[in-house]
């Protein structure tokens, strides 16, 4: 149980480490940098999605022969739904945009900011929390390196995400402590999405595919609905490119060395 506990911590401490750079850099990210940590947060994502949790709910339901990937795909699917649904009923603002998304709101600027994030970052604790549940259940196409892989493949580029939710705010006028405070709530919804994904999915083994794909679902929307866009956003440049593509060979190596 210590192993679980820990492996959902291990993405929370990630975002809260980036969250102190505030502490540590006197300026906001430069463009290109933010470019940069935001292709490597989608490469992650991209091959966590695939090596960690597509690969093996597909293998999982393997005794369908032919229809092996049903489970996948209905999963994958819900998880795109259950995200877009998200994204339409809770008030938030990316920083590219001026425009919120959602409903109305009296929410300020950064509260919405904030709330942006978070969005973002409750499929990665789903993605963590199923891993480990699959684990828990003894599933034999979850490997306790796989699931170490995950989680420090999600804290690794959790890191950068907590800097680019921290020192944008201090830019903006926040205090330090505070701007990091609301780097690092914006990262506390991973463990505790986890730990109701690793209940809900141990009580329900046999629909552990779909519990892995619908993770893959919302994880790879975040990916192309917020991190391609973000860093491909103002002067063209191809470094958001070449860091999507060090973040997923990066992650890739991590679920095959560690897996």
Known sequence: MMTIIM???IPFIGTAAGS?????????????????????????????????????????????????????????????????ILDHVIPH????????????????????LVLAVTLHN????????????????????????GALALALGIAIQNFPEGAIISMPLYAEGKSKPKAFGLGVLSGAVEPIFGAITVILAGLLVPAMPYFLSFAA???????????????????????????????????????VALG
């Open 7 to 9: 492996g959902l911590l």
């Open 20 to 84: 102190a750079c505030v502490f540590i850099f006197k300026k906001d990210l430069k463009e290109n940098v933010q470019k940069a940590l935001n292709g490597f947060a989608a490469g992650v994502m991209v091959a966590a999605s695939i090596w960690s949790l597509i690969v093996p709910a597909i293998e999982q339901s393997s005794d369908m022969g032919n229809l092996a990937f049903l489970p996948a795909f209905i999963g994958f699917w819900l998880g795109i739904l259950f995200l877009l």
């Open 93 to 112: 603002l990316h920083r590219s945009v001026n425009e919120p998304e959602g409903p109305k709101s009296r929410l300020t600027r950064t509260t919405m």
């Open 122 to 145: 409750i499929p990665e604790g789903m993605a963590v929390g199923v891993v480990y549940a699959g684990l828990l259940s003894g599933s034999g196409t979850i490997t306790a390196g």
């Open 217 to 255: 679902g919302a994880m790879l929307y975040v990916v192309v609905e917020e991190l391609i866009p973000e860093m491909s956003t103002g002067k063209h440049s191809h470094v958001g490119v070449l860091f999507f593509a060090v973040g997923f060979s990066l992650m890739m190596v991590l679920d």
